[in-house]
């Protein structure tokens, strides 16, 4: 799924993705304003610690398991889209891949794909790709760069993370998946 993956995160990913995940704050409040400007203001509140930039609680790395993900997406990337789309929550999966920790969105139209790499205290670095609609397998990350996400995984409250993918190659400024635990017996 990504090469070089067992040399860490920063021998993995593309120049292009190290810019996104050093840039990821710029990019978050550009987003971020960028929807309040254009009239999302009780949106962007309603979010509360999704969309603050500095709500990263640290802690213990994000555990295994399936989630409910919602994808919310911030400022649009160009004239005539959205500034502000929040999704209905679709299914995730967190598990080990080897040495490292893998991150599956299972449901949706556009499906992350990839590796969860440690960092330090407060995050987690994911990089990977997007599946697209009815396609059976993910792309290596690499291969189409339109393709390569990266992120950073934080934990923002009890039980409950986000992925903030800044800059993504489509639609918006910044795309944030909200991601709790789906308990035993829940749907």
Not at 6 to 24: C, P, T
Request: net charge neutral; proline share 6%; charged share 25%.
């Amino acid at each position: 799924m990504v090469p070089q993956a067992d040399r860490g995160w920063r021998a993995a990913a593309s120049d292009a993705d190290r810019r996104r995940i050093r840039d990821w704050r710029e990019a978050f409040i550009e987003a971020r304003e960028t929807a309040l400007r254009s009239g999302h203001v009780d949106e962007v509140a309603r979010e509360g610690a999704l969309l603050e930039p500095d709500a990263a609680l640290g802690g213990a790395p994000i555990p295994d398991g399936e989630y409910r993900c919602r994808v919310v997406k911030v400022g649009a990337k160009s004239e005539g889209l959205l500034n502000f789309v929040s999704y209905p929550a679709f299914r995730c999966r967190i598990a080990m891949q080897g040495e490292v920790q893998s991150f599956t969105k299972l449901t949706g139209s556009q499906r992350h794909v990839g590796i969860i790499f440690p960092d330090d205290a407060m995050r987690q670095v994911f990089l990977g790709t997007l599946v697209l609609g009815d396609e059976p397998a993910a792309l290596p990350y690499g291969q189409d760069a339109t393709r390569d996400v990266a992120g950073l995984i934080e934990r923002i409250g009890p039980a409950r993370w986000r992925l903030v993918l800044p800059r993504p190659h489509f639609e918006s400024k910044l795309d944030v998946v909200e991601l709790q635990p789906i308990m035993a017996g829940a749907n």
